[in-house]
């Protein structure tokens, strides 16, 4: 009886300690998260540089930092990470663009503002963790962004269709805040900055917006993601933990058996005992003299 105890308490323990192991998880899954989680804030500062459709042909300085092509600008945006490597941003940024015209002079183009602001809806790709896996304690992510949306010159009162791209690299310098380098392009139909001259709607005669940007992140809600499970690999832990555990039931009822053959064959002699008891002859004593007559 002892070894049946102790061969089941062994199995239990055997099944326990799987219980208290860490589960083994997927490198590239994740467990979805509800959807107030993830969410985020940004604000940026950045120095953007137009070159207009119209200016081919020109001669101009191709450099971002001349005063005729180039201002600081601010952004805003807000989005969700719907995955580790994937999510949506809605951005908003501008304000103090150029008109790359004037008399195509870029000694004397002055007084070529142009106030504007573009809003668009972008795509996130999370490049580090969709190649590498999502991993909390890392602090530094590539990311990459396309999207679409519409500008308007609120100097010239004219709206634009806007195509956007770049890149997006994020230091994680608290639990829920990021700093940001962002450089990026908003390509514009060529009526948004209002110039003299004409030019096709092909992409290489767009209106174009370089910028690059310094900013911050801030997660709104938890920004953490549980890793999920590893099926196969559990799956066969299991497995193995029940194959244990048979291996055990069988062995003890192995020993049942054993012990209740023992048993039987004592029963069986302790039957006998008294049959060979209860047909034996009773003590009767000196035997009886015959009588002589």
């Given at each position: 009886m002892?070894?049946?105890?102790?061969?089941?308490?062994?199995?239990?323990?055997?099944?326990?300690?799987?219980?208290?192991?860490?589960?083994?998880?997927e490198k590239y899954s994740i467990a979805?998260?509800?959807?107030?989680?993830?969410?985020?804030?940004?604000?940026?500062?950045?120095?953007?540089?137009?070159?207009?459709?119209?200016?081919?042909?020109?001669?101009?300085?191709?450099?971002?930092?001349?005063?005729?092509?180039?201002?600081?600008?601010?952004?805003?945006?807000?989005?969700?990470?719907?995955?580790?490597?994937?999510?949506?941003?809605?951005?908003?940024?501008?304000?103090?663009?150029k008109k790359v015209d004037a008399d195509w002079n870029e000694d004397t183009n002055e007084g070529n503002g142009n106030?504007?602001?573009?809003?668009?809806?972008?795509?996130?790709?999370?490049?580090?963790?969709?190649?590498?896996?999502y991993k909390e304690e890392r602090v530094w992510n590539m990311m990459a962004f396309a999207g679409a949306g519409v500008g308007r010159s609120m100097t010239h009162n004219n709206?634009?269709?806007?195509?956007?791209?770049g890149l997006h690299s994020a230091w994680k310098v608290a639990e829920k805040v990021q700093l940001f380098a962002e450089a990026g392009l908003n390509t514009f139909d060529h009526n948004i900055d209002n110039c003299a001259g004409s030019a096709s709607q092909s992409w290489t005669r767009r209106c174009k917006n370089y910028y690059f940007e310094l900013g911050v992140t801030y997660n709104l809600g938890s920004s953490r993601w549980r890793k999920a499970p590893d099926m196969d690999i559990v799956d066969?832990?299991?497995?193995?933990?029940?194959?244990?555990?048979?291996?055990?039931?069988?062995?003890?009822?192995?020993?049942?058996?054993?012990?209740?053959?023992l048993l039987e064959k004592k029963q069986a002699g302790e039957k006998e005992t008294e049959h060979a008891t209860d047909v034996a002859p009773a003590d009767s004593g000196d035997a009886p003299a015959d009588s002589v007559e």
């Open positions: 002892k070894k049946i105890l102790a061969l089941l308490a062994l199995a239990s323990v055997s099944m326990g300690s799987f219980a208290q192991d860490v589960v083994p998880e979805t998260n509800s959807f107030g989680s993830n969410w985020f804030v940004q604000a940026g500062l950045d120095w953007n540089a137009w070159y207009s459709a119209e200016e081919r042909g020109h001669d101009l300085s191709k450099s971002p930092f001349k005063k005729f092509r180039s201002n600081p600008g601010i952004s805003l945006a807000f989005g969700k990470w719907f995955t580790p490597g994937i999510g949506l941003r809605t951005k908003i940024q501008g304000f103090w663009g106030k504007y602001w573009v809003a668009n809806e972008q795509v996130m790709f999370n490049l580090t963790n969709l190649f590498k896996g709206y634009a269709m806007n195509y956007s791209l066969t832990l299991h497995q193995s933990e029940l194959d244990a555990l048979n291996a055990a039931l069988e062995d003890a009822n192995a020993e049942t058996e054993r012990l209740r053959g």
